[in-house]
């Protein structure tokens, strides 16, 4: 069993849709969740990160956390072209010993 | 400039081959990685350097070797290049030690190699 699962997807929407990423995971040391933002032929940049559970909001984008089912979301409101990429969740232990990626989604905003 | 260069960008190369990829930063961080991306894969983690005199393996380091010439370089070599060795190649860095977005790592461009 992979310690992160993630749909690769990909993931095609039309403009102003929202949109909602997915992970799973099985290693209950992880403490940070994060979602990074990689178009193409860049590297991955940090778009959120999240301390434990609950939810955190910036601008159009809502993270949320469920510890106690594992499982970690993303949402995009009124999604644009410009959002675009694919995106990565992304997890961390206390101290930032190991971290580990999932699989990564590609999301596809049609204008 | 960018806080996180890595070169070659593109690289063609045959088997049997060495090969290095060189990264270089200027954020002034301790901690360095280097990952390969894989289509449904994602980012493996290839080797991780907590600071200059620590190297440690990651999840996939058979084949790889590593060295951190500082706290600024940390270079990938493949010994002795294979084509299942084609991928994206990412460098990272991060800093435990500062505020805010502690557990952040700070990706270069990549480099894309490919294995003939």
């Known amino acids: 069993q992979k310690e992160v699962e993630q749909d690769p997807g990909p993931l095609s929407v039309p403009e102003g849709a929202i949109v909602s990423l997915n992970c799973t995971y099985s290693?209950?040391?992880?403490?940070?969740f994060m979602w990074y933002r990689q178009y193409s032929r860049k590297g991955p940049e940090l778009l959120m990160y999240?301390?434990?559970?609950g939810n955190k909001e910036d601008g159009r984008f809502t993270a949320q956390v469920d510890k106690s089912s594992k499982y970690i979301s993303l949402f995009i409101r009124d999604s644009q072209p410009s959002d675009s990429a694919t995106y990565l969740c992304?997890?961390?232990?206390?101290?930032?010993?190991?971290?580990?990626f999932g699989a990564g989604t590609r999301l596809f905003v049609k204008a | 400039d960018a806080d996180v260069t890595q070169t070659p960008r593109n690289r063609i190369t045959k088997t049997g081959k060495r090969i290095m990829l060189e990264c270089s930063q200027t954020?002034?961080?301790?901690?360095m990685y280097w990952y390969r991306q894989d289509p449904g894969l994602g980012l493996r983690l290839i080797y991780y350097s907590f600071d200059v005199k620590d190297i440690n393996k990651g999840e996939i380091s058979d084949g790889y070797s590593v060295s951190r010439q500082a706290q600024a370089k940390f270079s990938l070599s493949l010994e002795s290049a294979i084509p299942n060795q084609t991928a994206l190649y990412f460098c990272?860095?991060?800093?435990?030690?500062?505020?805010?977005?502690?557990?952040?790592?700070?990706f270069g461009p990549g480099t894309r190699l490919t294995v003939t």
């Open positions: 954020k002034g961080h301790d901690r």
């Open positions: 999240t301390y434990s559970s």
């Open positions: 992304a997890m961390s232990d206390t101290g930032g010993f190991k971290t580990i």
């Open positions: 990272a860095t991060s800093d435990p030690t500062g505020t805010g977005k502690t557990y952040e790592q700070y």
């Open positions: 290693n209950s040391a992880f403490q940070y």
